[in-house]
């Protein structure tokens, strides 16, 4: 088989057999890695995804004290019993981390790429799956969120928006420069609730990512906000689409926003909606770390994270009678019953549902008790 037929990851492509190595093992296993990095970006794998992989496969390595083949399934078990009992990762992660390892050894031992070949002549062993059906995670539920993860109540929300415009104010009054960030910040947190987004969803929008809306001539120049950086299906790209303006203040908060303060960030001819003071676009950490100071300001629990605002605008729409296929379309959800996850449908609600149906029935029994 000539070079130029042999598989993206192939041991012939990325270690030369013959070649005699200084540190054969530690040698064999990074360019074992190496390879499965070309296997993984010929998948169209997401970077962030191929590196999290080989940072989770170099962790068990490290936890094992052996190389991939020397690997065995009881080496896995003790990991999976530390990360657990000891580190306390959630479950979730676990199974992503068992997925990692499962992937690797499955590249490892795959004839096509020729590693367990080259294992056995070198050192005479070779790599086997270590992740089976009995000692690895199934994913049986739909949601595996933290249980305390959960919608902002309607006051709650008022209260932390009205904390984030208090601390311009602040700032302001006090004549320090920190008014800037301040109020960028008050109104990112507002349009990621106002469009339903997540993180990075409004982190990556840019100024142009707003249009007219024909059948909501009122809210201007903000009546879509075109999301160009949704949740990306594994091996493909980004997924785009398009969110209706449902509130007149979103509109006016962001007319604002662009026309009045964005331009007055040195940063702002990036084209970033939310340009940070010294690069174009701002950063994870800034949003983490404002949330968390605002949320804990406020008393309010952990269970509140910047996620919360995306369940918070789909709990709200329904709660205010909005169709559930609009609120479906709106953040994006393939499914019906992945929205019906983000609900946190207050008890009033509920119980405001119950009453509806009961009087209805009511109603209609003494209806067809007159006409008897």
């Known amino acids: 088989m000539s070079r130029n037929s042999l598989a993206p990851g192939a041991v012939g492509l990325h270690l030369v057999s013959d070649l005699p190595l200084l540190r054969p093992d530690e040698q064999v296993f990074t360019t074992m890695l190496d390879g499965w ?21 170099r962790a068990f390595a490290r936890h094992a004290d052996a190389l991939p083949w020397a690997w065995s399934p009881q080496m896995l078990d003790e990991w999976m019993d530390d990360l657990r009992a000891v580190r306390g990762l959630k479950r979730s ?14 590249f490892a031992i795959d004839p096509a790429y020729g590693w367990a070949a080259t294992c056995e002549e070198r050192f005479g062993t070779h790599p086997i799956q270590v992740v089976h059906e009995w000692n690895a995670a199934v994913h049986v539920e739909d949601a595996e969120a933290d249980a305390a993860k959960r919608a902002f109540t309607q006051d709650e929300l008022q209260a932390f928006f009205d904390y984030a415009d208090d601390q311009v104010t602040k700032v302001r009054g006090r004549g320090r420069k920190g008014w800037l960030p301040a109020f960028r910040d008050a109104m990112l ?32 120049d903000y009546g879509v906000c075109y999301v160009r950086h949704g949740k990306a299906r594994k091996g493909s790209p980004p997924k785009r689409r398009s969110v209706l303006t449902v509130w007149d203040w979103s509109a006016e908060i962001l007319q604002q926003w662009n026309e009045e303060v964005r331009p007055l960030f040195a940063t702002s001819g990036s084209g970033a909606l939310w340009p940070s003071e010294r690069s174009a676009r701002i950063g994870f950490s800034q949003m ?3 949330f968390g100071a605002y949320r804990d300001a406020l008393g309010l629990d952990e269970g509140l994270d910047f996620h919360s605002f995306r369940r918070s605008y789909v709990t709200h729409l329904i709660e205010d009678g909005w169709d559930a296929r609009f609120v479906q379309e709106q953040v994006g959800h393939d499914y019906a019953s992945t929205t019906a996850i983000y609900t946190c449908v207050s008890s009033d609600f509920r119980t405001r549902t119950l009453r509806r149906a009961l009087d209805a029935t009511m109603e209609a029994a003494l209806r067809l008790a007159r006409r008897a």
């Open 37 to 57: 990095r070309n296997q993984q970006m010929a998948r169209n794998l997401a970077f962030s995804t191929i590196e999290g992989r080989e940072k989770t496969v």
């Open 93 to 106: 992660t676990l199974r992503n981390y068992q997925g990692a390892v499962r992937s690797f050894c499955e």
């Open 189 to 220: 947190f507002k349009t990621a609730y106002a469009f339903g987004l997540r993180r990075n969803e409004t982190r990556m929008l840019d100024a142009v990512d707003f249009g007219r809306n024909h059948d909501g001539p009122e809210f201007g």
């Open 288 to 290: 983490n770390t404002r």
